[in-house]
Every structure is written in structure tokens, then in C-alpha cells.
């Protein structure tokens, strides 16, 4: 076998061949190749012309490759260790995956969560796209199979100008309907100032509460209560559709700032816990529920309220996403599919209470879930700030379960990010198989029943689009239901499974519910008790700058067979529809929206906007590549 420097000299040989770049011949090892002009199609390339240089397949060299292996040290390392690997051992510790939970002689290591640690999801409210006007609806949707996708409101964009301009392709996302409404008599709020608050500070406001008053308080045994409140948020974009004279007014800059979005709720309601907005992008909502258990385990507050929200007010974000061809041309989110052409935008807001376990169950509090564990983490230096990592995915993944003192093994369902885009979706179900394959072998003969059921694997957002910040506790919400009812939904959109995830789970046992699927039945695989076997789930949520997060869930102890949240306890009669405030489309113009269609991104954003979406092209590439690396 060459050497790990003659394996290096052959990588930059290579990547200087079709980068028609001869300083990586001898050049900086560590420097980034994408920041040299690998887009897309430059990366497929690299990576057949890597499998003919090395003899190597596609299962060793994906076309992923050069963005998990940014670098010619990197790129050469990876394919060293698969040359000379002949034990899944090996090449599990060199990619940098977990090793396996310990099984340990203590009794405690095995337990899922001891019962201090384990806290209770105890009020769910949420408005998602649908017609998910309550958690329960939100779960017939999933279930029956509707597709949450429907035409852009007219209230909210200028459409037809949108197009005709070509500013915009798409006329489709997933969206919640009257959010210009607000009952500001009941939250004690001045009309004047509710019309200058942003639509997400008045749902935020509305749902926190709601999720509350389900976990059996009122506006009464609120006030003072020591509540901690963390709202995932990354849309700012009340501002862009304001006049400028409400900006300026008394209650502008209350009105628009993120830090608000939480602020509001603990000033409303009289909550002095920590306060604060989470903003990781499209991770936040499942980084606000890992700080709110952090918090809760270190009794810095009774309860905690973690939500989401994000609303599409403004065409700004539109037109980005469109000029890096970022959303689905065909409206569709394909999660794992062949065809899978990029993500559809969604829009909503969610909310859980959270409280320790042991005191939901003294004071009589509803139980829909329980937390086990959770983490958070971040890419680190990886190509670029965008490209998503495998590496930093596994280890937040098996953080997480070893928070949870769970094996992979016990876990019987994950909800994952899933967002339907060709690069993300194999990275993502690449870190699950690596972490599940690498606890195969640990364990005994009473694992082995857990171990023949296969694993299920699922996304919200076929069915409600991607709520970005929001999303992950859309996915939070549906795994809770999925534990409970001991059932998976439809995954919508999927009629075959994208070769590059067949080739990075190759020996991963999982399935996908479809609309076809003869079973929807969920295996309990966890911890036994008296009750029988605990119920386990998995649920990710990445942001498209680094910031990873994992919660890990059990069912609810003495699984009830009942669909609903109702709260068991009395509460007040929560707030109305309310008075409406008017919203319409954005007449302002912005600087980006002034530049011409080709204008609209400068070579360095289109450089590394395209590592997001190695999409469309690759089955013409496939086709044409054979012969450029000969």
C-alpha cells in the first residue's frame, strides 16, 4: 500500500487535474478545496475521478466526499484508512465515530434516564401548516396523509410581479393561516401597541400560553412563577413590511426586536425564570428545548417553555433562496427520495412545557412525553460555515443518547431533519447508520429481540414543508405522538431512496413508512418495566451554519391509548381569535432586491451557496464522467 504522503500526492494530483489548478501540487495540505471553486458538479467529478485514481467505489468515495473531506490531508486520510481497512472496527474509529455506550457494571449506567434526570413534556400547543390548529390536528394530518403545501397567499407576497421579474420560480409553501389575528384584550395589551408587535411576538405569546394552560395553570398561578422561556427564532422580517413611521413610533423597536420574542412572554405573564431567543437557524427550536433542560437539571427554574416560531412576512428570503436554487422547483419536499430537488419552505409556531418528571407526576400534571436526554454541538471548521457535517452529526447523535443512557439499539424511531435536498439527506442518514452500526455488536442475547426490529426513520417535512427555526419542534411534537400511539405517519413523496443514502447505510437495517406500508407499528426496544418495555425516539434538528441538536424521548409512563392533550386539571378560558391587524405584502424595496437577477450574488456566495444543494445535475454527471478521469 502507498504511503499516507504518496496517497496525499496522488489527492492533489487530482484535485489540481480538474480544479486546473497546479498550486495543490505541493501546496497548503489544510487549505480549504472549496474555497477554490468546487461547486456541485466540480465535486462529483472529484470524487469519480478519486474512485478511478484509487480503485475505490462509491461506497468508499461518495459524491459527498470532497464536503465531509474539505481538505487534500483530509481527503487523503479517509481514503488511506479505506484502503487498508478490512475490519468495520477500523474504519468506524478513523471516520471519527462514538465509541459504543459502555454497558458497564453499574446498574444506574443502564438505566434510560434516572428518574431525577428524566424530565416530563407536560402542555403542547402549536399552529403549523394544514389546519394544525392544535397538536391533535396536527397529528390527524400527519397520519392521514395530507399534504400541507398549497399556494403562496396573495396577502403575503406580490406573486405575479415576483415571477414576472424572475425574482422568484416557486408558488407553492406551507403555511398558518390567520396570524394576522390576536386577542390583545386578554393579554392585557394595547391595541396600538399589538398593531406595531410582530405577528410572531403575538403567536409566540398565544401558543406559549396555550401550551401552559393545557399543563393545567392559568394567567393567576403564572404570575411570579419561576419559568424559564426560550424561543427558537431566525426570521426578523416584521421591519421590512412595516411604513417607516411605525418603525420610528413609540412601539417600533419593542415591536421588531428578536430578543422580544421571548421578553414579551415572560413580561406578559409574569414569569421570572431566564428569558431568552435562541438563534442557530434552522436548529433553534431544538437548541431552545436542549437550554430549557439544561436549565431545568440545574433547578434554575421550576417549569420551562421551549418554542419555535417563524413566519415568511417579507419576500427578502424568498428571493435569496430562489437566486441559490435552494427551494423545490416542484413544491414537493422529496425527504430520501431519488428525486429529491430541494426543500419547500413552511412556516409555524410550537410550543412544549417542560418540568421535572417526578413533580408532574406529584402534582397531577399531564405527561405526554418524556426527555431523556439532549445535546448540542457545532461543525467546527468544516468546508465552509454551510456545508453540513457527518462528523459533528454522529457525535451529536451519540451525545445525546449517551445523556439519555440509551443504545442506540433501544431507540426504535427517529424523526430527522429530512429536508429533501440530494447532499443533506445521505450525510444525515450516513451519521445514524454509523453510530447505530457501530452498537450492533455490544450486547448480549437480551438485546437481540430490539436488535432484529428495524429502526424507523421519518420527516415532518414531506407533509408541512421546512418551518426552518421552528421545524425541530415540528418534528419534536410529531415524535412525541409517534411514541405514544406506537405508530409511524406516511412519509410523503418518496417513490425510491436516493442511491447515495443506499450507499451510505449500506449494512444500516431502517424503514420508511409510505403511504403503501403495510405496517405503521412502532416496536417498544427500550429499558423493561414493570409495564413492559419503554418506547425510545430520536429526534435532530441542523442548522445551515453548524449548530446540531438531538433530543432524545420516551412515551409516557402507562401508555394510555387516548389521542388527546387535553389537561386533566381546570385552567381559564384561554384567549379568542381576537381582533385582527392587517398585514400586506412588502412595498419597500431593499438594496438586494434592487440588483439585476445575475447581479444578485457575487462569485464567493454563489461558491458557497452551491455546496448546499448537490442536486439536479448529478444523474446527467454520472452519465459523462467515465471518460474525463481517463
Not at 396577502?155 to 396570524?179: C, W
Not at 418495566?529 to 424521548?553: I, M, P
Not at 392587517?582 to 464567493?604: A, I, K, V, W
Not at 454563489?606 to 446527467?620: D, E, H, P, Q
Request: hydrophobic content about 40%; proline content about 4%; charged content about 20%.
Amino acid at each position: 500500500m502507498d504511503s499516507i504522503e504518496e496517497i496525499q500526492q496522488k489527492v492533489a494530483g487530482v484535485i489540481a487535474g480538474v480544479l486546473e489548478d497546479s498550486s495543490f501540487i505541493g501546496g497548503d495540505a489544510d487549505r480549504s478545496i472549496l474555497y477554490r471553486g468546487v461547486d456541485s458538479l466540480r465535486a462529483l467529478e472529484l470524487s469519480a475521478c478519486l474512485q478511478t485514481e484509487f480503485d475505490l467505489g462509491p461506497e468508499e468515495i461518495p459524491n459527498t466526499f470532497v464536503f465531509e473531506n474539505p481538505t487534500v490531508r483530509q481527503a487523503a486520510e479517509t481514503i488511506a484508512a479505506a484502503i487498508r481497512a478490512t475490519a468495520s472496527a477500523s474504519t468506524t474509529l478513523e471516520f471519527g465515530s462514538p465509541t459504543p455506550l459502555s454497558s458497564g457494571d453499574d446498574e444506574d449506567d443502564n438505566q434510560a434516564g434516572s428518574d431525577n434526570a428524566r424530565l416530563a413534556i407536560v402542555g403542547i400547543s402549536c399552529r403549523l401548516p394544514g389546519g394544525a390548529v392544535s397538536p391533535e390536528r396536527y397529528w390527524d394530518i400527519l397520519n392521514e396523509g395530507v399534504d400541507g403545501v398549497t399556494e403562496i397567499p396573495a396577502h403575503r407576497l406580490d406573486l405575479d410581479r415576483l415571477v414576472a421579474e424572475a425574482k422568484v420560480y416557486v408558488r407553492k409553501g406551507a403555511f398558518v393561516s390567520d396570524v394576522e389575528h390576536f386577542d390583545h384584550e386578554f393579554f392585557g395589551i394595547p391595541a396600538s401597541e399589538a398593531e406595531a408587535m410582530d405577528p410572531q411576538q403575538r403567536l409566540t405569546l398565544h401558543v406559549v400560553y396555550e401550551s401552559l394552560s393545557r399543563a393545567g395553570w392559568n394567567k393567576q398561578s403564572l404570575s411570579g412563577l419561576e419559568a424559564g422561556v426560550f424561543v427558537g427564532n431566525s426570521a426578523v422580517e416584521w421591519s421590512d413590511v412595516q411604513p417607516e413611521a411605525a418603525l420610528h413610533g413609540v412601539y417600533g423597536r419593542s415591536g421588531t426586536a428578536s430578543a422580544v420574542l421571548a421578553n414579551r412572554v415572560s413580561h406578559v405573564l409574569g414569569l421570572g425564570g431566564v428569558s431568552v431567543t435562541v438563534d442557530s437557524a434552522c436548529s433553534s427550536s431544538l437548541v431552545a428545548v436542549d437550554l430549557a433542560c439544561q436549565a431545568l437539571r440545574e433547578g434554575r427554574c421550576q417549569v420551562a417553555v421551549a418554542a419555535g416560531v417563524h413566519l415568511h412576512l417579507s419576500e427578502r428570503r424568498w428571493i435569496q433562496l430562489c437566486s441559490t436554487k435552494m427551494l423545490s422547483p416542484s413544491a414537493r419536499c422529496r425527504a430520501f427520495d431519488a428525486q429529491a430537488d430541494g426543500m419547500v419552505r413552511g412556516e409555524g409556531v410550537a410550543a412544549v412545557a417542560i418540568m421535572p418528571l417526578h413533580l408532574a407526576l406529584a402534582q397531577g400534571r399531564p405527561v405526554h412525553g418524556v426527555i431523556l436526554g439532549s445535546w448540542a454541538n457545532h461543525a467546527g471548521k468544516a468546508a465552509n460555515i454551510t456545508t453540513p457535517t457527518g462528523q459533528s452529526q454522529r457525535r451529536a447523535v451519540s451525545a445525546a443518547l449517551r445523556s439519555a443512557k440509551v443504545r442506540p439499539s433501544q431507540v426504535s424511531y427517529v424523526e430527522a431533519h429530512g429536508t429533501g435536498t440530494a447532499l443533506g439527506d445521505p450525510i444525515e442518514l450516513g451519521a445514524l447508520a454509523s453510530v447505530f452500526t457501530a452498537d450492533s455488536a455490544v450486547g448480549g442475547d437480551d438485546d437481540k429481540s430490539s436488535k432484529e426490529e428495524e429502526l424507523v426513520i421519518g420527516s415532518a417535512k414531506a407533509s408541512i414543508g421546512h418551518l426552518e427555526s421552528a421545524s425541530g419542534l415540528a418534528g419534536l411534537i410529531k415524535a412525541i405522538f409517534v411514541l405514544k400511539q406506537q405508530q409511524a405517519t406516511p412519509q410523503l413523496h418518496l417513490g425510491g431512496l436516493n442511491p447515495e443514502i443506499e450507499r451510505a447505510t449500506r449494512g444500516f437495517r431502517f424503514r420508511i413508512v409510505t403511504p403503501e406500508s403495510e405496517s405503521r407499528y412502532i416496536a417498544p426496544k427500550g429499558q423493561l418495566t414493570d409495564k413492559g418495555k419503554e418506547t425510545y425516539g430520536l429526534v435532530s434538528s441542523f442548522g445551515f451554519s453548524g449548530t446540531n441538536a438531538c433530543v432524545v424521548l420516551a412515551a409516557p409512563p402507562g401508555l394510555s391509548s387516548s389521542n388527546s392533550l387535553d389537561a386533566p386539571v381546570t385552567s381559564s378560558l384561554g384567549p379568542g381569535v381576537g381582533k385582527r391587524f392587517f398585514m400586506t405584502p412588502s412595498g419597500r424595496e431593499h438594496p438586494l432586491l434592487l440588483r439585476s437577477e445575475y447581479e444578485l450574488l457575487d462569485s464567493d456566495e454563489k461558491l458557497v451557496t452551491s455546496t448546499l444543494r448537490l442536486g439536479s445535475y448529478s444523474a446527467v454527471w454520472d452519465d459523462q464522467l467515465g471518460t474525463q478521469c481517463r
